[in-house]
Structure formats: C-alpha cells, structure tokens
C-alpha cells in the first residue's frame, strides 16, 4: 500500500489500547512529515451529571496522548482535548478547525444495544463529515 | 498552565438544576413518614431546621468553591485546609454516607414498587434496582441535561399538585399538638433523619470549575437550590400531619406515606403519579450518589489517599467503572444488612453533617491561613462572617449530638476507618499540607482599599506600549489608588480544551503580558497581568472586566468591518454593549498625539469623550480644542455662536476641564455633519463620544461617528460613559453578598 498523502491528519483516540493500535498502523501507513493532530472527545451531558469528573477524563486522556506520541516518534504530533455532547460531531468540527485533510480512525467494537443507547460514532463519522475519512481494521478481532 | 483560566459553560439556571435535580429526590418522598411519626405536625420545623443548616453549609462551601474549584468538592477542601487527617476522615466519611444514602434510596424505591403491586418483595427490588443502576453507571449512559429537566421539572410539577391541593384538605385539629412528647430535643433529633435530603446540593460545588461567573452563579445556585426544597418539604409535612394523622403516616403502617395522603384528596390518579415520582426520584437521586462517589474517589486518589487503581478510566465505556463496582458491592450490602431504612437515612445524614462541620472550620482556616494563590471568588459577606461557620459548624455538631446513638455508633465506626486509614496507608503517601499553622499564626498582609483599575486587552506588540500609556493618563488624574490590568485571551475553538492550546499561542501570550509588564514599570504605573484562555474572546473579556470590577477598559480597534454581523468587531461589540464601565476604543493608537479635537456636542457621552481627550493632552502634552458646530439660524432671536458656547461650557463642566487647558471652537454652517468632519481632518487627534443609549447600533448608524473614523488619517478615539442600568433585586442581592 502506497504511503497516505495528506498535510494534516486528525486521529480521535478513545483510550491507551485504541492509541496503540491505531498508531501502530498508522505509523506504516503515513508519509513521514505528516502534521498528526491526536484528539481525545471529553462528552459532556450539557448541564446533566457526567459519567466522570473532568478532571479526571482530562487525565486520562493524558495518558493516551502518551501513548500516541511515544508511538508516533518522528512525526510532527500535535495533541487535543475537545470538550462536547456529540462525539462525532466533535471530531468533525476538531478537524474543520485544524485544517486536516483527513480523518483517520479505528472503530471501536459495540454492541447492538450499545449502538442502540449511544449511537453509533463511527457511523456518524464516515456519514457526517465533508472531508475524507480512513477507517482502519478494528483491532479488536472483527 | 497555572494562572491559565479555564472557560467556563455552566450558567445560574443551570448549575441550580443541576442542585435541584439531586436535592428534590428520593428523601421527600420516604422521609415524610419517618419523620411524622417521630416529630408529628413538627416535623416540619425539622426539614426547616435541616434546611437552615444546609444553608449555611452553602455560605462556607461556596466560598471555598469558588477559591479551590476542584474535583471532590468537600473532602478536596478540608483535605487540602486541614490535612490529610481530615482529609482522609471527611473521604471516607462522604463516600461511606453516599453508599448509606443510596441504600436508603434503594429500599424506598422498594417500597414504591410495593406501592405499585403489593406482592413486589422490597429488599429483592432494591437490589436488583442497585445492581442495574451500578452496571448502567459502569457501562456509562450519557446524562443528558434536557434530561435532567425534564425529570426536576416533572418532580416540581408533581410537588406543587401535592401542596397546591393539599392545602385545602388539611385539618387544623390534626395539626394539634403541635408538638411531640419529646419537645424540642425531638424536632432537633428528627432534623439528623431529614438531612439526608439535603446533600445534593454539594454537587454544585464540585461543578465550581465549569460555572460562568462563579463568584455571582456559584453561591446564588446553592442558596437557591437549598431553599427551594426547603420551602417545599415545610409545606408538603404540612400537607401530610394536617391530612392524615402522624400515626398512619408511619413506616410500619404505609409504605409510600405521600401517595396515601394524595389519594385523600386527588385520588387514585394522585396516589398512582405520586408513586411514579418518587420512584423517578429515587432512581434519579441514587444515579446522582454512585456517580458523586466516584468524584471522592478520583479525588482522593489525587492526593494519593486512596490507590490510583481505584480511578481507572474504562478504555470503552470512558468510566470510573472501579470504583463504581466497589461503591455498588457495598451499596448492595447494606442494602441486604437489615438495618432499618430509617438508620441507612440517618448514619447518611450524619456523615454529611460531619463533613460540613469540618468544611466550616475549612473556612476559617484558610481565612486566617491567607494563602496566596486562596483568591475566592465569593466570600461570606463580611457581616456574616465569622457568624455563619462559628454557627454552622455548632449547628452540625448540635444535631449530630441529637441521633440516635446506635447512629452515632455507625458513624464514628465510619470515622475510626477513616483515621485508621490514615494511620496505616495515607499518612505515608498523602501529599497535602495543612494550613491549620498559617491560621493559627497567620502572615498579615495590607489589603487594598478602593483602586481605579482599567483592564487593557492586549493583543497586538505594535501598539500594547500606546495602548497602556494611554491607559496609564487615564489613571494618572485619579485621586484614588490606581492600578493596570493587561489581559491576552488566547482564544480556541468551541470544542477545543483550554487546557491543549498550542505552545506557541501560549509564549507569545505570556511574552506579551511580560513586554505589558517592562512597559508598565517603564512608566512606573501598578500593573497586573492576565492570562486567559477561552472559547469566545468577548465573554472572557467581560468577565475579567466584572471579575476585577473595572471602571474603564480601553481597547484597540482596527477600525470598521465590512463584515455585516459584527459591528466593530465581534470581541469588541459584546465588551461595548455589556461592559458596565467605561469604554474607549483607539484606532490607530499614536504616542505623537499633536493637536486633540473632541467633539463637544449634544450627545450623551460628549463629557466623557471629552475626558478622556483632556487626560491624553496632559499625558501627552498636545493641544485641545472643543468643537462644536451649530446649524445657521433660522430664528433671529437665537444666536448660534453663543447656543455653541453654552453647549462647549456645559461639557467642560461635566468633563471637570481647567479654563487653560482647552480651546473651544464654535462653528456655524449650513451643514452641520460636512463642516464637522471636514474640520476634524484638521486635527492630528479625533475623540467622539458614542452616540445614544443602544451604543453599538448607534455608534455605526449615527453616521458621524463612522464618517469620522472612515476620512481620518490619525488617531481616533471613541468614548462611551459607564451604563448605570437599575439593578435588579438579585442583582442587589449578589452585590450585597459579595460585598468585600
């Protein structure tokens, strides 16, 4: 597979073990020099109480900023928080703002019901946004 | 990032349902049988009694709220005043009675089913409902706040029926005795029980970091959303001794004693919807208990209270999942115990008097401690204080003296884990030092009695040094102290965190506020520096402006937009209409002002147009001349010249001129605007009032203004007086309060 060409991409990591997967493909597949813009999604209840303080996701995602960029050695990576009550939303509009050229991401394994309670982002992903969109294979053995 | 603030999403409105949606829950609607056959028609009193003593918890948390917005809410506070002692103490002590709250609330959602079909077995139904909410919280449900809402509002709604009808129904000769056999001492005591429905409100304290303008937001809501139950709970006991007497309201006789009373008066139909709220209520208010536990738990494993391992973050569903499977188990436990409801209530209440207790003398210490970086936002008003902790903490502790003792047992097993805890795990590992020595032998310190102060957004290297000189001769007239505050906001997208700006954006913002600095003590002028980061430029600017109670802020301005939905540019249009001070705007600031005009018309703000002129001509040693231009006479008996005269000499007086210091030009010409602003072309320097009362429409509609700034090569200045608007009774109240 030919190296991606894009200037900007947004990568949205949701925890430390989709960081290290995804960044490890990514890092074969990326033209070296790419500006990666890693986000991390904080989804806010707007007003309702949140599963967990902020300042608690804030540290975690920390954590998998971390583990982006130790996997991410080399490339010019850049680390946001963004703070919402739509995920994929978020993301699309994250990416507006950094002037990326491409979103990439690995969807996260749900189940029926979860899709079901809390949508699908990966799907309000691909169908949401006006820019291309690089899935990659789910690590989690689908 | 330390002096960076962070924006803030969460108004009055909001943070208050917010308080409402966890304060209005469960307790009103197990609590009222309890309490009547303890307390009879009295018990009243006891939820006013309990009110009062969240209030003033409310006084006290508010102010270290707003000092120390973290996460953990009071057990961040004590622990962080008091030690690690205490800390671990009041840790344990909130997380253990927010598991025998929500094990009350269980077995009373138990009840309620019971009350919906009588073969439901209680203790089976609460676990099972404890057992769903823990794993629905583990796997993590987005709590919507329209959600919230709605479920606050249905439960409002549902109250008032209840009260609004009740009041009709009630018999006066069940409200007698009023009193129980006990006296007082009982109606003390039943407090203890009922304050287990007060402890919600906390959850607003722990929002502190997310609330707009905390100083004003933060302490109405609390108060607000603890006397708005208040008041409810007082009348619905009301409601419920004067329907039915104390007896059959008892546990042993009724399991969902508010639906019994409904459906004296509302029916079927009442009973039914009663029992549907409650168990929404229960629901609600347990949600709310698992999910604050966490909180604790996060906050303490900050300090290195508890083990990290307990805050591990689910890498799918984004939760505390840990911590909240170990808050379920316990919460199961006790739910399967067998201590009586009403003991679950109390040993809740107690923990939560205890902490208060400890939040209170928080207070005071860090009052006395004075730490530096302690700058809360809202303080206890300054009549109310040493009162309300001194009293407050007394309250807590009379109450916690007045429970049962087998309650008193439970909690002080509750505290000796949390002291053996300490002995044995955190004492080792804690970081956090107590102030308790700085309160006792405090550093005093001068604090500052009235300052002018104006707030100088800067923004731009090129013309920060013209901006803060001008700033500077704005404050060199006045009699009072004066002091510079230089803001930069930083500003980020929407949905981007404040706290992940770029480094880049961030030096060249502190570089800015350090040249702000150099200029600052160039001029030998008092300066402060802000640095802010936020998502809109113009709110954040605004609420620096009221956070330091400016009374003037100056900006620079690039000139006119083209752009039609913004004005003078959208930082610059919300600080021009909402920006209580005053206002000056400078287009193409100069150090080299040569010859000033102001124009000296009939506009509101022509005085202050022509202060700010005279306070530039003696900073800057230039020329001053007011202008004004009177249309040719129609009417022989007016003379123009002296109508222009006059006008000239009124303003000189508001503006407070010297005869030397300025020249006035009179002007007569048919057409007034054309003369005017060819005459202004003459001057190096142009100021001009706003016009009008609706400034920035105005200011741009009013076409000379805009003509002005559009055909001159110099500077412009642009001046708009402070807006006196009458206050609102709330907004005297807040100011009353936060009063220093």
């Not at chain 2, 005053?582 to 080299?592: C, F, G, H, Q, Y």
Request: with cysteine; aromatic share 6%; hydrophobic share 45%.
């Amino acid at each position: 597979m030919t190296p991606v060409v894009a200037d900007t991409v947004v990568v949205p990591l949701a925890s430390e073990s989709d960081a290290r997967e995804t960044c490890a493909v990514l890092r074969e597949e990326l033209d070296p020099g790419t500006r990666v813009v890693v986000v991390h999604v904080i989804e806010k209840g707007g007003g309702g109480l949140d599963k967990a303080s902020v300042a608690q996701r804030e540290e975690t995602a920390e954590d998998v900023f971390a583990v982006a960029r130790g996997e991410l050695e080399g490339f010019d990576v850049e680390t946001r928080i963004l703070y919402d009550t739509d995920v994929a939303e978020t993301i699309t509009s994250g990416a507006d703002d950094v002037g990326a050229d491409l979103i990439v991401f690995s969807p996260r394994q749900a189940s029926r019901l979860s899709r079901l309670l809390s949508g699908d982002v990966a799907l309000d992903l691909i169908t949401g946004t006006d820019r291309p969109v690089l899935v990659l294979p789910s690590g989690e053995g689908s | 990032m330390a002096d960076q603030e962070l924006a803030r999403d969460l108004g009055f409105l909001e943070a208050y349902t917010l308080g409402l949606g966890t304060m209005i829950g469960a307790g009103i609607f197990i609590l009222p049988g309890i309490a009547a056959e303890i307390a009879g028609p009295a018990s009243s009193i006891s939820f006013a009694i309990g009110g009062t003593v969240a209030l003033l918890a409310a006084f006290s948390l508010s102010e270290l709220a707003t000092g120390m917005p973290k996460a953990g809410g009071s057990y961040y506070y004590v622990n962080h005043a008091l030690g690690s002692f205490f800390g671990s103490i009041v840790g344990w002590g909130m997380w253990g009675g927010l598991m025998f709250a929500t094990a009350f609330y269980m077995l009373g959602f138990g009840r309620y089913l019971t009350g919906l079909h009588p073969d439901a077995p209680i203790v089976a139904a609460a676990v099972a409902a404890a057992v769903l909410l823990v794993l629905i919280n583990y796997r993590g449900v987005k709590e919507t706040g329209s959600l919230q809402n709605v479920i606050v509002l249905t439960l409002v709604g549902l109250i008032l029926v209840f009260i609004a009808f009740g009041i009709g129904a009630i018999d006066t000769e069940l409200l007698t005795p009023f009193f129980p056999e006990g006296g007082w001492i009982t109606v003390a005591g039943t407090a203890g029980t009922v304050f287990v429905t007060f402890i919600g409100f906390e959850v607003i304290a722990t929002s502190a970091e997310e609330i707009k303008d905390p100083g004003r937001n933060l302490p109405l809501s609390m108060i607000a959303a603890v006397v708005t139950p208040t008041l409810f709970y007082v009348l619905v006991m009301l409601v419920s001794t004067g329907v039915l007497p104390a007896e059959a309201l008892a546990p042993d006789q009724t399991l969902v004693p508010i639906s019994l009373v409904a459906e004296q008066y509302l029916g079927e139909i009442g009973a039914t919807a009663m029992v549907v709220g409650a168990i929404l209520a229960t629901v609600s208010s347990a949600n709310a208990s698992i999910l604050s536990a966490a909180r604790v738990n996060f906050a303490m494993g900050r300090d290195k209270i508890l083990t990290e391992w307990l805050n591990d973050i689910h890498g799918r569903f984004q939760t505390p999942y840990r911590a909240i499977l170990v808050t379920g188990v316990v919460i199961v436990l006790l739910i399967v115990s067998g201590l009586p409801i009403s003991t679950l209530a109390d040993v809740a209440s107690f923990m939560y008097l205890l902490t208060y207790t400890l939040v209170h003398v928080a207070v005071i210490v860090m009052r006395r401690a004075d730490p530096t970086e302690y700058e809360p936002d809202f303080r206890i008003p300054s009549i109310l204080y040493p009162v309300v902790p001194i009293v407050g903490g007394l309250a807590c502790i009379g109450v916690m003296y007045q429970m049962r003792p087998v309650v008193q047992l439970i909690g002080g097993g509750i505290i000796l884990v949390g002291v053996v805890w300490y002995a044995f795990y955190a004492k080792e590992r804690a970081i956090s030092t107590s102030l308790v020595g700085e309160a006792i032998a405090p550093d005093e310190a001068a604090d500052g009695g009235d300052v002018y102060r104006v707030v100088v957004p800067v923004a731009n290297p090129d013309t920060e040094r013209t901006l803060l000189r001008y700033a500077a001769a704005s404050a060199a007239d006045r009699p009072e102290e004066t002091e510079l505050i230089a803001v930069n906001v930083v500003e980020v997208p929407p949905q981007t965190s404040p706290a992940q700006v770029e480094e880049d954006r961030v030096a060249r913002q502190s570089e800015l506020l350090a040249r702000a600095r150099e200029v600052a003590a160039d001029l030998d002028v008092g300066l402060r520096t802000r640095a802010v980061v936020g998502h809109d430029a113009g709110d954040n600017l605004l609420s620096v402006i009221e956070d330091e109670d400016a009374d003037h802020v100056l900006l620079g301005w690039a000139g006119p937009r083209k752009r039609s939905d913004v004005l003078f540019g959208s930082t610059i249009d919300p600080v021009l209409e909402r920006a209580p001070c005053d206002v000056t705007l400078v287009k193409d600031p100069d150090e080299d002002l040569g010859s000033i005009v102001t124009l000296a018309g009939k506009g509101p703000n022509a005085p202050v147009s022509a202060r700010r002129a005279a306070e530039l001509a003696r900073a800057f040693d230039a020329s001053l001349t007011l202008l004004n231009v009177q249309p040719t006479a129609e009417d022989v008996d007016v003379d123009p010249e002296t109508v222009g005269r006059e006008t000239v000499e009124d303003i000189v007086e508001a503006a407070d001129l010297d005869d030397e210091e300025y020249e006035p030009r009179v002007l007569v010409s048919d057409d007034v605007q054309e003369t005017l602003i060819g005459t202004t072309t003459e001057y190096d320097t142009v100021c001009v009032g706003a016009t009008g009362r609706s400034t920035v429409a105005q200011a741009l509609y009013g076409s000379i203004p805009r003509r002005i700034v559009e055909s001159a090569d110099g500077t412009v200045v642009m001046a708009r007086g402070e807006v006196r608007t009458p206050r609102t009774l709330r907004e005297a109240i807040v100011q009353r309060l936060s009063r220093r």
